[in-house]
């Protein structure tokens, strides 16, 4: 009911992850498990395949029109990347899947609201608390197009949370009403 992902008991509300740690968004939504799509998005991400947003995006946008939660988001908000990384792979991900997500539900984008202020470190090999500390004060929201607004971020895969938090304390610091996420995949929950 927090971040999304399959939960091991479906008598719980929350993975072990949301248990343990308090996030600043208010609840996220994933199509699938990243174990069961790991070559599909590491091709979209970093093998130049563009086109799989349309089909990607059209799930994530289906997902968000199933939950009701998400009927009050009134904008939506890709995770940016850092200049550097912009540059390398020619595209950003979120981006993409964010126009298709736009698309399919009506909600409009916003993908200069939100800017990558500090380049951050790959996190695939970090823990919980590395990551946090990676992605500290890594965003700043660009205009005061937040105020007031539920707004619904969009990436690829959440993995432990970090840059979901980061993006959602920058935006409710600039007076966002409340931060919704939606992603294509969602990694596994941590030990209990």
Not at 84 to 109: C, D, F, H, W
């Amino acid at each position: 009911m927090r971040c999304g992902k399959k939960l091991a008991d479906s008598t719980q509300e929350l993975c072990s992850d949301c248990v343990r740690i308090r996030h600043s968004f208010t609840r996220g939504a994933a199509v699938c498990s990243y174990r069961d799509v790991s070559s599909i998005l590491y091709r979209f991400k970093y093998g130049g395949r563009r086109e799989y947003a349309e089909w990607l995006g059209s799930r994530m946008a289906e997902r968000v029109m199933r939950e009701e939660d998400f009927a009050a988001c009134s904008l939506i908000v890709p995770v940016p990347l850092s200049k550097e990384r912009m540059i390398s792979r020619g595209y950003n991900q979120a981006e993409l899947l964010g126009n298709v997500v736009s698309r399919k539900t009506g909600i409009p984008i916003n993908s200069d609201l939100l800017i990558r202020s500090k380049r951050t470190l790959a996190m695939k090999e970090m823990d919980h608390a590395q990551r946090r500390e990676n992605m500290k004060k890594a965003f700043i929201v660009n205009g005061n197009d937040v105020k007031c607004k539920i707004i619904m971020l969009i990436d690829d895969i959440y993995t432990t949370g970090a840059t979901m938090d980061a993006c959602s304390e920058a935006l409710l610091a600039a007076g966002a009403a409340a931060v919704y996420f939606v992603v294509f995949a969602t990694g596994e929950s941590g030990p209990c």
